[in-house]
């Protein structure tokens, strides 16, 4: 995690400086020759002085600003700043070159948004460096015969100087912003398929010393394993693990530089795909929480993250429960699925598209100002941070499903012979057949006709935000639920998918805004021919905002509004004979104030009300007429199918 790798960053202890053979940090293979034929060439400022001719009497008079100037040599050639800016007109010293580098670094690969452990690598290979360049210094001047007392007194000086900068410098990240009694904590339960559990906790935490007056640290970590692991159970462990690292990652990275200029806390990466690949046949199921304590000026309380995911394999379903808390924002959602669904890429855009018109229908109609919503540009970031963090999980769990369909033989079987068939039946119907008119070409339908795949669901996600007296919540649900049915020669498919959006202020003000959309279709297969689709959808659209009435110190009714619009489509296909019911109505109430200051019937009523009903009947309709045994027929299997679809419903 973030917080372990600052608290075990290499060290730069200071050593004394002699000559070290180490490829990575010498140039011990360059120096074969004499110092008189190398010096140049390694150190070309100082080619005009280091001639044949030279001097022992020179020699023993390399001052430190020479060295000094080798040094920084060294370093300039070892470390490579992740960002070099121009500054013309000044000149860095060795002490200086090394700390820029590893400030720039960092901060390099904390805008990138790098997990912890590219990060420590970076500090690694900075201190790393930074000792090799040293090494190097004393590596030449061992060769030149010039390491005298001198020269080890002013490197090591020099070294000691950079260690004294760099270790505040990494201490700060997380104690000055932290140093009254801050923690962090993450937890991870696992439960095996087989009931072992295993249990891990890593706790860090500061305070202050009253007797030494200096800030403290306490670390802690503990790893329980109730059972016996397998090597599959191990490895099925670590994919978890992997992908709640990385959550940690990203929570305690946006957690500790919440007021930091470098880091944008709103550019987290935290992802939930991990569950895509979770290993059912060895795992239950795992729960993992994290938290922070901030004792700071600018954010303090409490930040915390649960997370429980479970698969039970009894009743074919898997669950996730979310839930979040930062400051003033809370993020709350859960997700049940079954464990049996298949891919439908088509349909999996349509319910993402669904849900992201849902929030942003919520957003703007919980202000008059459609650019700021009740919860502020800050809220609706956050908001929409934790909403793509659920629909991940959505995704990540409907694949897991077609997964693990794919594995479980009965339950591909039962699927792929059921809902499978009679949805390609219904889409060659409502695509290819030209005779469709179906809920009609000019109908939003944003949950999509026809029948969906994908693995049947419960998903519910809720933003609130607490400011004392104002209070604004937002929801958003989306559901799916498959039935199949058999009677007789007839079998069928009946599918319900939901869509809502809630807003309000929780009992801070009256003003709310209500909409929900449902779409149901009822199927009926014989001899593996589609003879009977019905679809039916609805919106209800229900809104009310209010206006605070300073004279009488309540709030009063603004404007009212209530929609609805159904529309109905009926098809029966028997012996070749296509017949199909259409109906349509929609109707509208609004009640808006006139004046802004007025008594209670000073409103504008605006009603509207339409109703369409259409029946086609294609086919060879001579043949009812003239034969009465193909009309009894007709009429016979009609009913039968009418009854089957009435008992289904």
Known sequence: MINNGLNNHSSLATK?????????????????????????????????????KITSDFLSQFSDEKVAQLLQQQLSVLITPAKKENISSYHYSAEELAIRTVITSQQEGLLKNEHSDKLIQRLNKSVKDI????????????????L????????????????????????????????NDDNYLFELSVKTKEGDIINITFNSSQGYDEKTGEAVDSFGISYEVNGDLSEAEHAALTQVMAGVGEMADEFFKVSENSFNPIIVPNQTDMSLDFLADFNSEQLAGFNVSFSTTQNDALDTGENTLDLSYSIDEAS????????????????????????IGAKDTQQMQQYLASLDQSLEDSRVNSTEDSKDSAFGRKGDKTMQQGFELFKGAFASMSSAAERYSSIESLADKQFNDGRAMVADLVDNMITNDPRYQGLGNSTQNSLGAG??????????FEFAMDRGDYQPKSNVALSQTTEQQKSGELKGVTQSKNVSSHFDYQNTRPDYYDSKEGYNINTAVKNNELVGLDQYQQIDIDKKTYQYNQDKSQYELKMALTEKATHESNIRLINDIWLESNENSHKMDKKERIN??????????????????????????????????ARREYLTQLSQVNFFMDNNK
């Not at 090799?132 to 030449?140: E, K, L, P, V």
């Not at 007194?153 to 201490?171: C, G, H, I, T, W």
């Not at 029948?451 to 519910?460: E, G, M, R, T, V």
Request: no cysteine.
């Open 16 to 52: 004394q400086v002699l000559p070290v053979d180490n490829a990575n940090h010498t140039l011990s293979s360059k120096l074969q020759h004499s110092p008189l034929e190398i010096a140049p060439k390694l150190i070309p400022e100082l080619a005009p002085e280091l001639s044949p």
């Open 596 to 629: 802004e200051i007025g008594e209670p019937d000073d409103f504008k009523n605006t009603n509207h009300y339409s109703h369409n009903k259409l029946v086609t009947l294609i086919g060879d309709l001579d043949k009812l007429a003239q034969d009465k045994d």
């Open 148 to 179: 005298g007392h001198q020269q080890t007194s002013f490197l090591a000086s020099s070294q000691q100087r950079v260690e004294r900068a760099l270790n505040p410098y990494m201490e700060s990240l997380n104690r000055t912003k932290y140093e």
């Open 451 to 460: 029948i969906s795949k994908l693995a049947d669901f419960d998903a519910k």
């Open 131 to 146: 000792q090799g360049a040293y090494a190097n210094t004393s590596d030449i001047l061992f060769n030149l015969g010039q």
């Open 316 to 339: 074919n379903q898997q669950a996730l429960v979310f839930k979040s808390e930062s400051g003033q924002n809370e993020i709350d959602f859960a997700l049940d699925m079954s464990t």
